[in-house]
């Protein structure tokens, strides 16, 4: 396991998309993670439906990986991807479709072995101030931060047991997951960072909501206990946009656990590069 890029939040951004196809066509990474918020927000119209036609960007992004693929043929890298909680679940079908294209694999709730690594995906993140719910859950009890709204309430694309929503946390699927984690050595792709880091700090300096001042560390509690009980060798991130312009910076470690984030709120594509064996010169490219 060599060069690696990392990406998120791309939101259906045309002219990301082909910044990153020219990219790994040129460098020909061994592997690209994407940790979600892929598709385009006016995807979704709140409605249980979805008509993707032949001029969506779920036919672009398709078609995009199919000519990458075959331009590079053995260098295609391995592309290990989650959902966002702006994408729309039931877009799945369609991650999964371009999972059965060998095109990439759909990490959701899923744990690959890739050269006696594990990669495991997990998309769900902590309660927001928005009312599409599809990703979103309690993270460690039925806890709402204040100013957000909770899994209980909102939109959602796909039906989910009211039980589930009331009673499912982060936490406890996340202790789930690691049951399916055999290896030593472990990557984790999040959408959510980690609690009180430099990869979770939102723009919310000064907001009040009923004279109460609002977090601004908006990250999961449960993924920040995850990472300090079981110490995966990284985590890669995504979510938060404007964390690094605000903190400035793109990464922090937990123990020994190193954590990316590739969120950006800027026009140009955030590229996270790094090789494993070697996360001390990982470096972050603005395109």
Known sequence: MNQSFLVSDIHGSIDKCNKLFELIRTN???????????????????????NIDEDSFFAFLTNGLKKLNADLGVDYPKIF???????PKALEELMISMEKSELLNYMSDN?????????????????????FKDWEKYDVSRFTDHGAISPEEGIRTVPIDPIEIKYSTIHADLKK??????????????????????????GLDGKMIEHIQVDVHVGSIAIRKFIEEHQPVLTLHGH???STRITGSWKDKIENT????????????????FDINDLSSAERILI
Do not use: W
């Open 111 to 131: 744990v690959i072995e890739l050269e006696g690594y594990a990669i495991a995906g997990y998309s769900y993140v902590p309660p927001t101030p928005f009312r």
């Open 28 to 50: 020909k990474p061994d592997q690209l993670f994407i940790a979600g918020d892929i598709f385009p927000s006016s995807v979704f119209r709140f409605s249980k439906s979805f």
């Open 258 to 273: 190193v954590c990316f984030n590739a969120a950006h709120d800027g026009k140009e594509l955030s590229v996270i590069q």
């Open 240 to 242: 938060i946009h404007e």
């Open 81 to 87: 991807a989650i959902l966002g909680n702006d994408d």
């Open 177 to 202: 997951l690691k049951e399916q984690i055999v290896q030593e050595k472990f990557i984790m792709l999040f959408h959510s960072p980690p609690y009180k880091t430099n990869l979770d700090r939102a």
